[in-house]
């Protein structure tokens, strides 16, 4: 049983260390408990489907287990808190006792022998293929994820590497997270990519079809 801090709509992924900031209630009595589980904690997103749900019912059944590297008390009663990701886990159970909620989790990990072999590979160059063509619509913040793309070949460390950098939807990230199997957590996440594309290239093309439609006004407008 490890102690519960809710994330909201942010993921965390393992192995990746998260920072960030909230002004939850919960997560005070979270801290405090983590101090006798050796500061390990279960990180985990609200799930959208249920928030008409009190807590902790409102709360995925998927996420991470982690470490409390340093939390700091805000001037506001919030908390800055930095933690170590280490694995996934599901949510078997939430219990919660006064202010404080637990879960009971199974945390499994498939590892990738040879890093998944020629099957490995290929999944590789098309989640990079596929992030290549989703950072052409970034810009300038698209290097550094992009060369720290290119040290990974471990395609299930690549796709969490991905997920957590550039999706955008919690929904997609946390269903990212929700699949154990390497390979077909990169399938899935090849799949958002390309749909991300897509609709940012259809996003473009409005902008440029309305801008054309301003230009052309003004012109009209200067030629009478």
Do not use: W
């Amino acid at each position: 049983m490890l102690p519960v801090i809710p994330l909201g709509d942010a993921v965390a992924f393992p192995p990746f260390p998260i920072d960030f900031e909230s002004d939850n209630e919960n997560i005070a009595p979270a801290i405090d408990a983590a101090s006798a589980t050796g500061m390990l904690v279960f990180l985990v997103a609200d799930d959208p489907d249920s928030a008409d749900q009190a807590y902790p019912d409102n709360l995925c059944r998927v996420g991470t287990v982690a470490k409390i590297r340093q939390s700091i008390k805000n001037d506001d009663g919030g908390f800055h808190l930095i933690c170590e990701c280490r694995a996934r886990a599901s949510a078997v159970e939430y219990r919660k006792v006064g202010k404080t909620v637990t879960a009971s989790l199974i945390c499994k990990e498939i590892s990738l022998a040879d890093n998944g072999g020629l099957r490995g590979e290929a999944y590789c160059r098309e989640l990079r293929a596929a992030l290549e063509e989703m950072l052409a619509f970034v810009g300038k913040a698209s290097s550094a994820i992009r060369t720290e793309a290119a040290k990974i070949n471990d395609p299930a460390l690549l796709s969490d590497f991905i997920a957590s950098a550039v999706l955008v939807r919690s929904a997609d990230k946390q269903a990212v997270l929700s699949e154990y199997d390497p390979f077909d957590r990169c399938a899935l996440l090849v799949h958002i990519l390309k749909e991300e594309c897509d609709l940012m290239r259809y996003e473009h093309e409005i902008q440029d079809k309305a801008r054309g439609r301003i230009v052309q006004g003004q012109r009209e407008y200067y030629l009478r």
